[in-house]
């Protein structure tokens, strides 16, 4: 019997008894989000649990402290919701024990008092991470071979490596004598939507990190206009698209479900076809027809890049983020491809503009052997357009900076900007992002 086969042959009986005492129980979950961005994931879950698409009423506690939101009390329902509709968070894993661990041996013990099946079973390969902070009495390879050898028996295989195609992860979190064992419901990171391509030597921006970058410029320019409502967007050093995609995601409200990928979560015993469908049928729902209607004949979309390869990728990317639109019922897009260096554009006749800047740095700045000179350009740049625009528009914007000199270099040439800057953490590099509004 092959391990599909093994898990259709399950007990019905033990299947009732797991989804009874998952959804018939308040869980805790653990969220992940990208560094540096716990104001936007944190506004992202409010939007979502105040405005639930499933008909239970809402509870559920939401903490945050060293750069870790948990979410306690909270039915499962809501947190499938929240897996499948936000945009901005990397992953969302379950609970399955928290307390306190005394020791190897405790910590055996308590790993083989948990119900195992609930979250595992034969049709999934599983990888194990441990994450010991503080604590002599845990190393961390001890305690993967204790969990490895305790749930080896509930899973297909258990794999490692950067390479692994894994079906889910696995973690153990300790802090001094504090356990926290929890597993991702999403299997493959969120950002992970399902229709991007891979693009070498681009240094695409994750997709998590991107609409947060784009929400936290929406949230900043409400101080200067509350109504602001970009007609255009220009996207120079476009690459994939990334910025692009995800603006539109969030304008339509395309949840991330649409995008038909799988979660980890659909391979458990205690997933619930019904409820899935159903908050699948709300998604489609959701997509924001009129809006649609309207801003096809206002927003015009412009990406910028004059790599071949580059703009190659991003056809791909938008043959398949349409085809999914259309099945949607939503009508294409239609986007504007500059094969052009940003520098040398014209920058005419656009009105309330919204720029979205990753510009290239490092091995990847090719002409621009200058990083400075290549920012101060830019700058240069954004204020003829600001400049040209017609109707008295406005200008929104933020540019991510590799470094102080080149943040300073930008800052130094733009003009008449209110700005303000704040920092992330992508790849482990620190970066520097300018937000403005002329
Ligand atoms: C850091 S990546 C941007 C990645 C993009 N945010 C994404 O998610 O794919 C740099 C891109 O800028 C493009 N590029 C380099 N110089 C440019 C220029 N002067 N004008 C427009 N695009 C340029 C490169 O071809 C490359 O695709």
């Avoid at 159903?278 to 004059?306: G, M, R, V, W």
């Avoid at 309330?352 to 052997?369: A, E, T």
């Avoid at 700005?419 to 992330?424: L, S, V």
Wanted: charged share 20%.
């Amino acid at each position: 019997m092959n391990a599909k086969e093994k898990l259709l042959n399950s007990n019905d009986e033990t299947i009732k008894r797991i989804k009874k005492n998952i959804y018939g129980t308040l869980q805790t979950v653990k969220i992940i989000y990208p560094p540096g961005f716990s104001s936007v994931a944190l506004n992202e879950i409010q939007v979502i649990l105040d405005n639930p698409w499933s008909p239970k009423k809402m509870v559920g506690e939401v903490t945050f402290n060293n750069n870790e939101i948990i979410i306690r009390n909270i039915h499962m329902f809501f947190i499938i919701e929240l897996l499948i509709r936000s945009q901005s968070l990397t992953d969302i894993r379950l609970v399955i024990f928290q307390g306190k661990t005394r020791g190897q041996f405790d910590f055996k013990k308590k790993c083989l008092s948990l119900p195992w099946k609930y979250y595992l079973n034969k049709a999934m390969s599983l990888k194990i991470k441990i994450n010991s902070i503080a604590s002599k009495a845990f190393h961390e390879t001890a305690l993967k071979a204790i969990l490895g050898d305790i749930i080896e028996e509930h899973v297909a295989n258990i794999v490692s490596g950067e390479n692994s195609h894994e079906t889910t992860t696995l973690y153990a979190d300790l802090y001094k004598d504090k356990l926290m064992l929890s597993i991702s419901l999403a299997g493959e990171p969120l950002y992970k939507r399902g229709y991007r391509g891979i693009l070498k030597a681009s240094a695409p921006l994750r997709e998590d990190a991107a609409i947060c970058c784009i929400k936290k410029s929406l949230e900043f320019v409400k101080k200067f206009q509350s109504d602001f409502i970009p007609n255009t967007m220009i996207v120079p050093f476009s690459g994939t698209g990334t910025f692009i995609f995800e603006y539109l995601q969030a304008y339509f409200h395309f949840s991330p479900i649409l995008f038909e990928r799988e979660y980890a979560l659909q391979k458990m015993l205690l997933f619930r076809a019904e409820h899935f469908k159903f908050l699948f049928k709300k998604a489609k729902e959701n997509c924001c027809l009129q809006k649609q209607i309207d801003t096809h004949s206002t927003l015009q979309i412009l990406s910028i890049d004059p790599s071949e390869k580059a703009n190659i990728s991003f056809l791909e990317n938008l043959t398949t983020f349409n085809s999914l639109f259309k099945k949607n019922g939503l009508e294409p897009i239609h986007i504007t491809l500059i094969k052009d260096d940003f520098l040398k554009i014209n920058s005419n006749n656009y009105e309330n503009i919204f720029i979205p800047l990753n510009p290239p740095y490092g091995l990847r700045l090719k002409n621009y052997s200058n990083p400075l000179f290549l920012y101060q350009n830019i700058a240069k740049k954004i204020n003829e357009i600001a400049f040209s625009q017609k109707n008295n528009g406005h200008v929104l914007g933020f540019i991510l900076c590799p470094n102080k000199e080149t943040w300073s270099s930008f800052l130094k040439y733009l003009k008449q900007a209110k700005t303000e800057t704040y920092h992330f953490t992508q790849g482990g590099k620190d970066i520097r992002v300018c937000q403005f509004y002329i």
